[in-house]
């Protein structure tokens, strides 16, 4: 089946400092990508949608300088969290649709949890 | 922001029982997806149900949608202890490789 892995799966760094995770597709293309955060209990919301070649689509009051996306090949996309401080800690997830179970289903990473201390 | 509320939030029963959950959104739809998430992992599809189907069936999950209603529901039958996890709906409004709006997700304990 489609997998989606991510890099680093957790990561604790210092206030100020910038953070790269990555999201790729093993087995498959993808085109586009989407990256979601998850705090604690709460459900995924949708940051941004990751596009090969071009430039990312960043939902509603989601910082585009902070959150730097590039998705630079068809199995690659990163998340750059930029100038980290404590509030960004969080759960980070990315999903890619995959053909396998048809063109609507997404296959999700396992997700980076993310410390700023 | 969330299209989906699924209801209840919490949901604790017995290995061996059904459990029933419940999903209404907001907005027309063109697909209802069910996920499911273990504790600090990433989510796994579950099962995807298109606007102009009623009823799916996979394995032990049965879920149904009423566009009428703008809710869905997903049966787990003779739950185990395994299925214990966070569960969410999400819809998509458009068609392929269009974006997930999810539910704040039920959270299911299943006791052995």
């Known amino acids: 089946g489609a997998v989606v892995s991510q890099h680093p799966s957790w990561v604790i760094c210092k206030s100020g400092t910038s953070v790269k995770i990555e999201c790729r597709s093993l087995d498959f293309q993808a085109t586009t990508m989407f990256w979601y955060r998850q705090f604690p209990k709460q459900s995924l919301m949708l940051m941004a949608t990751?596009?090969?070649?071009?430039?990312?689509?960043?939902e509603q009051g989601v910082e585009k300088d902070k959150f730097l996306i590039n998705h630079a090949s068809l199995t690659l996309s990163t998340l750059t969290v930029t100038s980290a401080h404590p509030e960004d800690s969080s759960f980070y997830i990315c999903s890619a649709p995959g053909l396998a179970g048809g063109p609507d289903t997404q296959y999700f990473g396992p997700g980076t949890r993310l410390t700023v201390l | 922001s969330q299209q989906g509320e699924e209801d209840p939030q919490a949901l604790s029963i017995q290995e061996g029982e059904n459990a029933t959950m419940n999903c209404s959104y907001k907005?027309?739809?063109?697909?209802l997806q069910w996920y499911r998430q273990n504790s600090g992992r990433g989510l796994v599809h579950l099962i995807l149900i298109r606007s102009n189907e009623r009823e799916k069936h996979s394995g032990r999950l049965r879920v149904t949608l009423d566009t009428s209603k703008k809710s869905s529901s997903l049966l787990i039958t003779a739950s185990r202890a395994a299925d214990t996890a966070s569960y969410f709906c999400a819809t998509s409004s458009t068609g392929a490789n269009s974006k997930l709006t999810f539910g704040k997700g039920i959270t299911l304990s299943v006791r052995p």
């Open positions: 907005t027309s739809i063109n697909n």
């Open positions: 990751s596009n090969e070649g071009s430039k990312a689509t960043y």
